[in-house]
């Protein structure tokens, strides 16, 4: 369980990040409204890399925030679908990790039937 100190800097972060991407996506637009120059100027590609990793550091946020693992972040190329799929992940922030593993100790969340860290089951099969 990660603290809700943790959490509300994960989350303030998310926002810092999200907000710039977004004001960099409406500088873009406005420009594309505005007509803009048939040659892009020298600053676009250095705007375009910004804004991609505001992205990616607001989705990472998020998923920090929901203690949940680095590699969702393999959906960013999905666009919105991603973002669906990010808002519909459980919140882990808010279970207890108070299962141990037998095996090398670590804390693991009720739920779950194998140790996120070393696989090993966590339950015994109920005899018959």
């Not at 600053?43 to 990793?53: C, G, Q």
Request: charged share 20%; hydrophobic share 45%; with cysteine.
């Amino acid at each position: 369980m990660i603290s809700t100190e943790l959490k509300k800097s994960y989350l303030k972060r998310r926002n810092i990040a999200a907000g710039i991407a977004i004001a960099i996506m409406a500088f873009f637009i406005l420009r594309r409204i505005a007509g803009g120059n048939a040659e892009d100027p020298w600053y676009i590609n250095l705007l375009m890399f910004l804004y991609l990793l505001c992205y990616i550091a607001a989705c990472w946020f998020y998923l920090k925030s929901k203690q949940r693992s680095g590699g969702w972040l393999l959906l960013i190329p999905t666009n919105i679908v991603g973002l669906i799929i990010y808002m519909c992940l459980e919140d882990r922030s808010a279970k207890p990790d108070n299962i141990p593993c037998p095996a090398c100790q670590t804390a693991n969340f009720p739920d779950d039937a194998t140790c996120r860290f070393c696989k090993t089951p966590l339950f015994n099969p109920i005899p018959e």
